[in-house]
């Protein structure tokens, strides 16, 4: 039986998100491309980068506004963690969105630095703020080259800031829905996900890994003295 959401802990919520990120980077569901591939589909389109990358996030949303979007939850049942399979299952495709455009830019989702930003945008809003409490100033297009001199101790400190806000936010009572427990049918999970949530993660994604224009005042810059 699952336990309840009031029962997360932040190692758990850490866990899951490294569980989602190896399953959208390496595969394991049934029936679910991996963050590559689903990122090759969408840069055969045509258009520019950032319309591709527009494509792929409205598509996103469509599939978070509907009554099912994960099939064969094989692998979530078996989740090695105290989460609820279907917030395990947001996450998932939130960070396989995520995951899609990082890879989009350019940039090798085998890194721990972007793997580290994929987790920041799932913060949303928050993402900038959570960044700049760590050293880390984002106003530009995240730089591929620089990314590597951002020390381990930052990168940390930015997945546990992530950890304890996406904690913050599923352990409160009724967010989003998603504390509650959802039908299975079918090997479906029924119910919605918050398409406006799924939306922002994604344009903050757009802007991090894709776009060039600035997104704040100041450049993006590492300080952690």
Not at 149 to 178: D, M, Y
Request: net charge positive; hydrophobic share 45%.
């Amino acid at each position: 039986m699952l336990k309840d959401v009031k029962t997360f802990t932040h190692e758990a919520m850490m866990n899951t998100l490294d569980w989602s990120y190896d399953k959208a980077l390496n595969g394991g569901i049934p029936g679910m491309d991996t963050a590559i591939e689903l990122a090759d589909n969408y840069l055969k389109k045509t258009g520019s980068l950032e319309e591709q990358v527009n494509r792929l996030i409205r598509w996103q949303n469509t599939k978070s506004a509907t009554s099912g979007f994960l099939t064969g939850l094989g692998g979530i049942i078996v989740l090695p963690v105290a989460i609820p399979a279907n917030i395990a299952s947001v996450l998932l495709v939130q960070i396989r969105m995520v995951a899609a455009i990082a890879h989009m830019g350019g940039y090798n989702l085998k890194d721990d630095e972007v793997k580290s930003f994929v987790y920041l945008c799932l913060a949303g809003n928050g993402a900038k703020e959570i960044a700049k409490n760590t050293g880390i100033v984002i106003s530009q297009k995240l730089a591929i080259s620089g990314i590597k001199k951002i020390p381990s101790a930052v990168i940390t400190k930015i997945n546990q800031a992530v950890g304890f806000r996406l904690l913050t936010k599923f352990g409160e009572k009724g967010a989003i829905n998603l504390g509650k427990a959802v039908p299975l049918v079918g090997g479906v999970i029924g119910g919605t996900v918050d398409a406006i949530t799924t939306n922002i993660i994604g344009d903050v994604a757009r802007k991090i890994f894709i776009e060039k224009d600035n997104i704040g005042d100041e450049p993006f810059i590492i300080d952690v003295n």
